[in-house]
């Protein structure tokens, strides 16, 4: 008799628990372009290829593109890995890695970006160079995909 009184003291618990189980909305974390505009970073920072994230509560970050990837912004040739990554804030991205700009003959390391009173600067180790946000608009298309390994040296060496 009193297996029989646990089991259905259990039962009923569970019955009485699965509207609060269900009513549970699952999880669905924005998308890369939603994340820049919470963030107050344009959208046309990362290629459309950008479609994959990790964020951390301490603002490090991870983000996954289909392909490596070139594209034509503002007369520069910016080259983007498979992955990127670095610190994230309101406005800012600083310690980024996995992004760089073609300047003369050389690909030089993008390590940071600041958006802010209508201007996006970009940090070229110490030097900056500020652009009118008016030209991040929408994300840039890749010009060179797989093949951009070709062209790009890795930034880290294996």
Same mark, same amino acid.
């Given at each position: 008799?009193? *297996?029989?009184?646990? *089991? ?7 019955? %009485?628990?699965?509207?609060?189980? %269900?009513?549970?909305? !699952?999880?669905?974390? !924005?998308? &890369?372009? +939603? ?11 990362? @290629? ?7 964020? =951390?509560d301490d603002?490090?970050?991870?983000? /996954? ?5 070139? $594209? +034509?912004?503002?007369?520069?040739? $910016? ?5 990127? %990554?670095?610190?994230?804030? !309101?406005? %800012? ?7 760089? $700009?073609?300047?003369? /003959?050389?690909?030089? @390391?993008?390590? #940071? $970006? +600041?958006?802010?009173?209508?201007? &996006?600067?970009? =940090?070229? #180790?110490?030097?900056r160079k500020? /652009? @009118?946000? &008016? #030209? ?17 040296? !890795?930034?880290?060496?294996?």
């Open positions: 008799m009193e *297996a029989a009184a646990s *089991a259905l003291l259990l039962l009923g618990l569970s019955a %009485s628990l699965a509207p609060f189980a %269900s009513a549970a909305a !699952p999880y669905d974390p !924005p998308t &890369v372009p +939603e994340l820049m505009d919470q963030l107050g970073l344009p959208r046309a920072l990362l @290629p459309e290829t950008a479609r994959r994230y990790l964020l =951390h603002g490090t970050f991870e983000l /996954f593109l289909d392909d490596g990837c070139v $594209v +034509e912004a503002g007369g520069y040739r $910016v080259g983007y890995d498979i992955k990127l %990554s670095g610190t994230v804030s !309101p406005g %800012s991205v600083t310690g980024l890695e996995g992004v760089r $700009v073609r300047v003369l /003959f050389a690909w030089v @390391p993008i390590t #940071g $970006v +600041e958006a802010a009173d209508g201007e &996006v600067t970009v =940090h070229i #180790g110490p030097i500020s /652009f @009118p946000a &008016v #030209g991040f608009k929408s994300s840039p298309r890749c010009i060179i995909g797989l093949a951009a390994a070709d062209i790009l040296p !890795p930034l880290v060496e294996q």
